[in-house]
């Protein structure tokens, strides 16, 4: 099974700031890997998908890219609305669909 | 309004059963496969089960395969998850998801669309 790897843990920043974060799998799940955002008490919102396409409604300074395994969630400028938890999940074993554990974004 | 709600979260005792039903409104529920996703209090997301449009085809993590069984009733829009032989570590709030669809109806397998989660609670 392929695992997701995210990092860091948890993510110190202000608004304004550029926010990096990684994904990493065990294996290549070529371009079928997505990234969600969860707030406190809410449900996961997709935000990026087929490692670069921007769901609906998704402002642009969220940009996503990859090299090999190696997946990236760049958020340009930090508003105040974007700390939360954010996570990445493949699609690339079908029917095993996993997700990664997490970034957490701070102030 | 396009959304998913779930129901049928309770406090159960080990070893018990428990029906989860979500409810879709405001999109052709019959065109998507659908999915249930779970959180463990603090924890990340865990992919539970999926089923197909028709309901043909179920499919099922390792950690519920032949303890939960995923339907779907398309002429009522609803989606269940019947839970048997619950242990503590079922412990979490259960999601509804929709997995998005390309332009021609094929899944992606990516989830689009969430409802608030039921939460399930498994202790003595």
């Known amino acids: 099974d392929t695992i997701l790897t995210q990092s860091p843990d948890t993510l110190s920043l202000s608004p304004g700031e550029r926010a990096t974060l990684s994904c990493r799998a065990t294996?290549?799940?070529?371009?079928?890997l997505a990234w969600y955002q969860q707030k406190p008490g809410q449900p996961p919102r997709l935000l990026v998908y087929d490692v670069s396409t921007r769901a609906t409604g998704v402002p642009a300074r969220f940009s996503g890219s990859a090299s090999g395994t190696d997946f990236t969630l760049t958020i340009s400028s930090l508003e105040p609305e974007d700390f939360a938890v954010y996570y990445c999940?493949?699609?690339?074993?079908?029917?095993?669909?996993?997700f990664g554990g997490g970034t957490k974004v701070e102030i | 309004e396009v959304q998913l709600l779930e129901s049928g979260g309770d406090l159960v005792q080990p070893g018990g059963s428990l029906r989860l039903t979500c409810e879709a409104s405001?999109?052709?529920?019959?065109?998507?496969?659908m999915s249930w996703v779970r959180q463990a209090p603090g924890k990340g997301l865990e992919w539970v089960s999926s089923i197909t449009s028709t309901g043909n085809s179920p499919y099922y993590a390792d950690s519920v395969k032949g303890r939960f069984t995923i339907s779907r009733d398309n002429s009522k829009d609803t989606m269940f998850l019947q839970m048997h032989s619950l242990r503590a570590d079922d412990t979490a709030i259960y999601y509804c998801?929709?997995?998005?669809?390309?332009?021609?109806?094929?899944?992606?397998?990516?989830?689009?669309?969430w409802g608030q989660g039921t939460l399930v609670t498994v202790s003595s």
């Open positions: 405001g999109f052709s529920f019959s065109n998507f496969a």
């Open positions: 294996q290549g799940v070529y371009n079928y």
């Open positions: 998801a929709r997995f998005s669809s390309s332009f021609d109806g094929v899944p992606q397998y990516y989830f689009d669309l």
């Open positions: 999940q493949q699609r690339s074993n079908w029917p095993r669909l996993a």
